[in-house]
């Protein structure tokens, strides 16, 4: 079959495959395949038991996979026969070096870029799909113009799902992106991403800019949600040292139509693979350009998130007696948010750690998350422990704390997990899901985010 584009995808991760299947599911005359250098990654993607739960990811991909939508390792072959690129490879902090700490890591990037460059044979569209450093567009057409034969164009088209939401992200975005270069085959290259999104989305909500608003659009639009969460969570903590409750401050302040109600929810902290490494990335590229004070501004949002780990830590340490030891404690969630099996940068690897160098014992529960937790937390000494029921993990702890807002915790039989544990207990509701009034009543001690403690001492 003769298909309208050939679109090739580099990176079947959380963007790469299931950006990928939208498409292919809303053009079925796109032929879209999506390779990886992770085999193990790219044989999941074939089989029943995808590489991420994602709702709804299992639908598209079986009304998809195998008629237009393609997962394979061939990259080279990948390369010459498609002339759309979607480049959606892994772009984590860099730990070693110069930018150590603070600088994305550009290679994984860069081996795509120069792969790209040796085995292209025909005209490319090649579109950054990724979060990149401003600029980055400029160095892929310099690696690319190595090539003195083939002719490329580089365009920008940042992803702006979250994982738990992403189909329905895909399918509804707020807007979709497409940064460009201003010429006569930019413009064309552009005008064909745009086609493939009007396929689904509407003309309005396709967004054109310059290739470097749109790169600095992405880390932008991130650190303001990051930011939002750091200011609610900042204020957490004067909630509960003057009596105030963050819920009802959260409230009244987005209901200022200004504002809006969207990113309140104080917690235990953000998490996930991005916006942390993405706020650095801009910090860095902020120092860069000898923006100081730039820079500790947006450092600041990092610098709240991780006090209100270590807040957290401390009132489950202050609260039970300032002694861990030996003490049984439930982990209620591990993923980074509901709706993922995704921990990276989750807040409970960091509450974990802490807790078994207190010399507490874990046990951690999550409907997704245990594979993930398991890696996450190989090689860590102490004792844990890994069970799927709830209410089997919290059996003789001393304390439960709820890290993930999974739906399935507000409706725990909270009774009968309050009977089978230790006695005072402690709950620590690192989500303020819960119904705090009804477990103090029950027996707990009950210490939310940014509301006075209940207990009965
Ligand atoms: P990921 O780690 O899940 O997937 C990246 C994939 O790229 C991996 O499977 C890796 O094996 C593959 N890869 C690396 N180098 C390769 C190469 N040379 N050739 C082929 N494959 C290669 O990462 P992700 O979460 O999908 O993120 C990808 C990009 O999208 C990042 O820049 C991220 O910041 C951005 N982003 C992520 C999200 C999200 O929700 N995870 C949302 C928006 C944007
Ligand atoms: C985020 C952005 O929302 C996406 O638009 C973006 O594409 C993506 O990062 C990315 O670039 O990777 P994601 O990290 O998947 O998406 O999830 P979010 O819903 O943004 O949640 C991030 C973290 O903030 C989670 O740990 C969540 O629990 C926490 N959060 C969120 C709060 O603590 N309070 C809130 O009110 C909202």
Not at 165 to 184: H, K, M, Q, S, W
Not at 207 to 228: C, D, H
Not at 419 to 443: C, Q, T, W, Y
């Amino acid at each position: 079959m003769k298909y309208e584009k050939n679109i090739l995808c580099i990176g079947a991760g959380y963007v790469g495959g299931p950006s990928m299947a939208m498409i292919a599911y809303k053009c079925p005359t796109c032929k879209v395949t999506v390779v990886d250098i992770n085999h193990q990654r790219i044989a999941a993607w074939n089989s029943d038991d995808l590489p991420l739960y994602e709702p709804g990811l299992d639908a598209v991909i079986a009304a998809t996979r195998g008629k237009n939508l393609f997962f394979g390792a061939d990259i080279e072959a990948g390369i010459r026969e498609n002339d759309i690129i979607f480049v959606s490879v892994n772009t984590p902090t860099k730990v070693f070096g110069v930018g150590a700490g603070m600088a994305a890591d550009l290679q994984y990037w860069e081996k795509t870029a120069r792969q790209i460059l040796q085995y292209s044979q025909s005209p490319k569209i090649v579109i950054e799909k990724g979060t990149l450093p401003v600029k980055t567009a400029l160095a892929m057409e310099r690696i690319l113009s190595n090539n003195k034969t083939v002719h490329f164009d580089v365009l920008s088209n940042p992803e702006f799902l979250s994982e738990g939401t992403a189909l329905r992200d895909l399918e509804n975005p707020d807007r979709v992106l497409i940064g460009y270069r201003d010429t006569e085959s930019g413009i064309m290259a552009r005008d064909t991403i745009v086609e493939i999104y009007a396929h689904w989305v509407p003309q309005e909500r396709i967004i054109t800019s310059s290739i470097w608003s749109s790169e600095l659009s992405k880390l932008v639009a991130n650190a303001f949600l990051a930011q939002r969460i750091s200011s609610i969570n900042a204020i957490s903590a004067l909630c509960e040292r003057a009596d105030a409750d963050i819920t009802e401050v959260a409230t009244v302040v987005g209901m200022d139509s200004r504002l809006g109600n969207k990113f309140l929810n104080a917690s235990v902290g953000f998490g996930g693979s991005c916006f942390k490494k993405d706020i650095l990335s801009l910090v860095y590229l902020c120092r860069h350009y000898g923006l100081n004070e730039v820079a500790d501004y947006w450092e600041g949002v990092v610098k709240i998130n991780q006090y209100q780990n270590d807040r957290f830590i401390a009132n489950m340490l202050s609260a039970m007696f300032n002694t861990l030891t030996g003490k049984r404690i439930c982990l209620l969630g591990f993923a980074f948010k509901a709706n993922t099996g995704d921990t990276r940068e989750s807040p409970a690897i960091v509450i974990a750690g802490r807790l078994l160098e207190e010399q507490a014992e874990v046990v951690i529960s999550d409907p997704k998350a245990l594979k993930n937790a398991g890696a996450d937390l190989e090689g860590i000494a102490g004792k844990i422990s890994y069970v799927l029921d709830p209410h089997e993990a919290a059996q003789g702890c001393h304390a439960v704390a709820v890290l993930t807002e999974w739906d399935i915790y507000r409706d725990l039989d909270f009774q009968k997990i309050y009977d089978n544990m230790a006695k005072p207990a402690f709950i620590f509701d690192g989500r303020n899901i819960l119904d705090h009034k009804r477990l103090f009543e029950i027996g707990f001690n009950v210490y939310p985010i940014g509301k006075p403690a209940l207990t009965h001492f």
